[in-house]
């Protein structure tokens, strides 16, 4: 496996300065480490999923009995889909459908437009004699979209098959409702460890399962992340590349500036950038400290930006704008077998015989050395190439830094109280009427 890499020379602070604030996080290091023996029984239980062997055995030998599957329909929203949609993406591209088997459509919001395009694309292949698998993915096991979701596909299921249980696979914490009606119906059940929140959840049978389904090297995935544990325990915090990011972060949140920009320079990327998005502003964006005392009303606003594609509408804000922002550059070294043949470059110069990945490599370091240029700060992760364990490592440093974000910011990085205040508003919204 090959390690990635994450250069913050360009952070905008001394090495001395960051270190500094990372030695702070000596304690909550100390946790992390004590925590990482004590499998699913403290708050920090997500960090030891990539060692469970049984969770991942389970999701495997699971997706077997689908090898034959045509179309899987994963039912799931937020937590329960963004990670296995960021993996997929990133390893089988946005493209997949066009050409990969099985087919992968994500059902996540209540869009009556989209659902009827879903609900269309089951009826049709199963029509057709084909195998369709829906994995309805809920911790709660009682969030409206994903139930909604759920009802209407599986409905569709029971009108064209006898035995429909078999379709159909439910992920979700052991007890829960939703739990005890797959039970009831006969679906196959994949447990959450109740300690696993969603936007940590991505190594448990919550992305694990559809991404075997999809065929992708889930050893490889859990292998990256387990490795990547390792480099974010480590107490000496020059070697430990989450502390450093948490630190640097924390610097500039100090500074006022509250915008962390995720910028990869992959389309495919995208997903992980959706993904991260949920686990800094969950994490992080808090109305009270740790404590549950006192009011901080604090946060990162965590964005996305994908290269070269938005340096086309997002470059002159970034390079010209206010200086409220601090931006990850993510790269990936990628084979390309796409070359620029010659006779062009009376249109744009010394493009001809160039690789499609040679030309991104070229935008993505002059966009570094632009935001140089301007004192723009950034750091750069380089992920060596696009395999399941360069993600796996890329997931497991964004959660562990956001674990020791929290930790510096004083907020609790595994609770969503005020999410809970709109389904209240919608429950009451659905009662009137
Ligand atoms: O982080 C969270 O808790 C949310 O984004 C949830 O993941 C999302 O609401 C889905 O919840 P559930 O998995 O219970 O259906």
Redesign the pocket.
């Known amino acids: 496996m090959r390690s990635i890499t994450i250069d913050n020379t360009g952070s905008g602070f001394a090495p001395a300065a960051i270190g500094k604030e990372a030695r702070r996080l000596a304690p909550e290091l100390a946790r992390l480490k004590a925590a990482a023996q004590k499998r699913y029984a403290t708050d920090y239980a997500s960090i030891n999923l990539p060692e469970d062997r049984k969770q991942l055995e389970q999701a495997r030998s699971l997706a077997r009995q689908y090898a034959d599957a045509d179309l899987l329909v994963v039912v ?7 990670g296995a949609l960021a993996v997929q993406e990133a390893l089988l591209g946005r493209l997949h459908n066009l050409a990969g088997r099985p087919r992968i459509l994500w059902a996540d919001t209540v869009d009556a437009g989209a659902m009827k395009t879903i609900a269309e694309t089951v009826e049709r292949t199963l029509s057709e004699g084909k195998r369709v698998l829906i994995n309805a ?7 409206t ?2 139930i909604a979701n759920f009802a209407i596909l599986a409905e569709i299921l029971k009108r064209h098959e006898k035995g429909y249980a078999r379709s159909v696979v439910v992920t ?2 052991e007890g829960s409702k939703f739990w005890e009606y797959a039970g009831r119906e006969g679906f196959a059940r994949l447990a ?1 460890p109740e300690q696993v ?3 940590y ?1 991505v190594f448990s049978a ?1 992305g694990l399962f559809p991404l075997a389904v999809l065929g992708v090297d889930i050893d490889g995935l859990v292998a990256g992340a387990a490795a990547m544990r390792t480099r974010c325990l480590a107490a000496d915090v020059a070697k430990n590349p989450a502390a450093l990011g948490a630190a640097a972060q924390y610097l500039h949140l100090r500074k006022g500036r509250n915008i962390s920009d995720l910028f990869l320079f992959s389309p495919d990327l995208e997903a992980v950038g959706k993904w991260n998005r ?1 686990l800094v502003a ?1 994490s992080v964006g808090k109305e009270f400290d740790k404590s549950g005392k006192k009011r901080v009303f604090a946060g990162v606003t965590p964005t996305v930006s994908i290269g070269s594609t938005d340096l086309h509408s997002m470059g002159q804000l970034y390079l010209g704008g206010p200086f409220d922002k601090f931006t990850t550059f993510v790269t990936i070294d990628a084979d390309s077998e796409l070359v620029v043949p010659d006779g062009y470059d009376a249109l744009v110069s010394r493009i001809g015989g160039r690789g499609l990945g040679e030309l991104m490599d070229a935008i993505a370091h002059g966009t570094m050395a632009a935001f140089r240029k301007t004192k723009r700060p950034f750091r750069h992760v380089a992920l060596p190439d696009r395999t399941a364990a360069s993600i796996g490592q890329f997931l497991q440093e964004r959660m562990m830094e956001t674990i020791l974000l929290a930790a510096l910011m004083d907020v609790n990085p595994f609770d ?1 109280p005020n ?1 809970e205040l709109y389904k209240t508003e919608m429950r009451a919204i659905l009662k009137k009427k």
Not at 137 to 143: A, D, I, L, P
């Open positions: 799931g929203i937020g937590g329960s889909n963004l993915v809920s911790k709660s096991g009682s969030t979209e994903t979700t914490d959450i929140g969603g936007r959840s919550v949920q969950e969503q999410v």
